[in-house]
Antibody
Framework: QEQLVESGGGVVQPGRSLRLSCAAS????????MHWVRQAPGKGLEWVAV????????YYADSVKGRFTISKDDSKNMLYVQMNSLRVEDTAVYYC???????????WGQGTTVTVSS | EIVLTQSPGTLSLSPGERATLSCRAS???????LTWYQQKPGQAPRLLIY???TRATGIPDRFSGSGSGTDFTLTISSLEPADFAVYYC?????????FGQGTKVEIK
């Protein structure tokens, strides 16, 4: 079945960098765009970034633009987000999600936790 | 930037009751761009409805979506114990995605 597994979360100091990974299986990864979505503790969902199926288009939320970079490696069925200049407010559970039918996200990973703290 | 507003913030109902959740956009949008999710504590969100009214694979028919323009509704016809959760609407627009703040459906 279709599955996404995130990794790479942890505790990091403000201003430092972290790269999250998402391993995809059970579907043709190269055919789909992919998203990162985050959820701060006790808060709602916030869309972070999307990459098109072929990697040619990338869009970001204003809150992360210029600091985060999304990418996908179809040869490895992997999605990434490079997070630089991390801020306390970036603390959240980060989910990767598959761009499914229409504009929804039909497969989600279990999430990986990022804590930005001094 | 389009703003999504969900109401109510919390809905207190008993099993078997009907739940009606609202999602309002700050300007008219295409129904194709409106999606609903369910999230239970400690779990990832689950896709319920896409294109405002189409149930995702495996979603029971007690869940239905409707609406157009600026006003969209998620209806759960008869609440089951597994349905008590937080529900989010989501909108695509101008190469970005926006979530509503969520409606919590809790047991009364």
């Amino acid at each position: 079945q279709e599955q996404l597994v995130e990794s790479g979360g942890g505790v990091v100091q403000p201003g430092r960098s972290l790269r999250l990974s998402c391993a995809a299986s059970g579907f043709i990864f190269s055919n789909y765009g992919m998203h990162w979505v985050r959820q701060a503790p006790g808060k709602g969902l916030e869309w972070v970034a999307v990459v098109s199926y072929d990697g040619s288009k990338k869009y970001y939320a204003d809150s992360v633009k210029g600091r985060f970079t999304i990418s996908k490696d179809d040869s490895k069925n992997m999605l990434y987000v490079q997070m630089n200049s991390l801020r306390v407010e970036d603390t959240a559970v980060y989910y990767c999600a598959k761009w499914g039918v229409y504009y929804g996200m039909d497969v989600w990973g279990q999430g990986t936790t990022v804590t930005v703290s001094s | 930037e389009i703003v999504l507003t969900q109401s109510p913030g919390t809905l207190s109902l008993s099993p078997g009751e009907r739940a009606t959740l609202s999602c309002r956009a700050s300007q008219s949008v295409s129904s194709s761009y409106l999606t609903w999710y369910q999230q239970k504590p400690g779990q990832a969100p689950r896709l319920l409805i896409y294109g405002a009214s189409t149930r995702a694979t495996g979603i029971p028919d007690r869940f239905s979506g409707s609406g157009s323009g600026t006003d969209f509704t998620l209806t759960i016809s008869s609440l089951e114990p597994a349905d008590f959760a937080v529900y989010y609407c989501q909108l695509y627009g101008s190469s970005s995605w926006t979530f509503g703040q969520g409606t919590k459906v809790e047991i009364k």
